[in-house]
């Protein structure tokens, strides 16, 4: 669909708010331009002895070298490996982000499901005295009348 961009041909969900768009069509003008020029180079032949084969060679060359130079509107070979080349760098950065919080979530989880029980007993005894201690506190506090209080 030629009302359809070439690079939004082909797009993926690489994070949750990043979406890169990367499709490449054969018959994109920047694309059939390069080969049509390099195959009317390639094409041509010549034979030994042809006393016109450099005018003839350089008339060519000429030809192609404007076929090939930068028309406006027209995304060159070297415009697409740029565009590519971005997509590619996004990618990475958000594949090097996500393999930061994975090795932070393996830790975590690590350290959660291989934790100390000598350290964990200690913790929740402290827990369990302070607890207790509450518990005291707001009893004696419940039986405190005026009276007791003065």
Known sequence: DPSVSARDGISAQIDRAVSVSYGVRANEAGITKTVAALAIFAAETYTAGDTDQPARHQALADRVRSALAPTEGVTTLSGLQVELAGVQRSMKAISE??????????DLIDNTENADTDEVATKLLAVN?????????????????????L
Do not use: K
């Open 97 to 106: 982000r996500h393999d930061t919080i994975a090795g932070v979530t393996h």
């Open 129 to 149: 005295t302070r607890l207790q201690a509450t518990y005291q506190t707001t009893s004696m506090l419940s039986q405190l009348s005026l009276v007791n209080y």
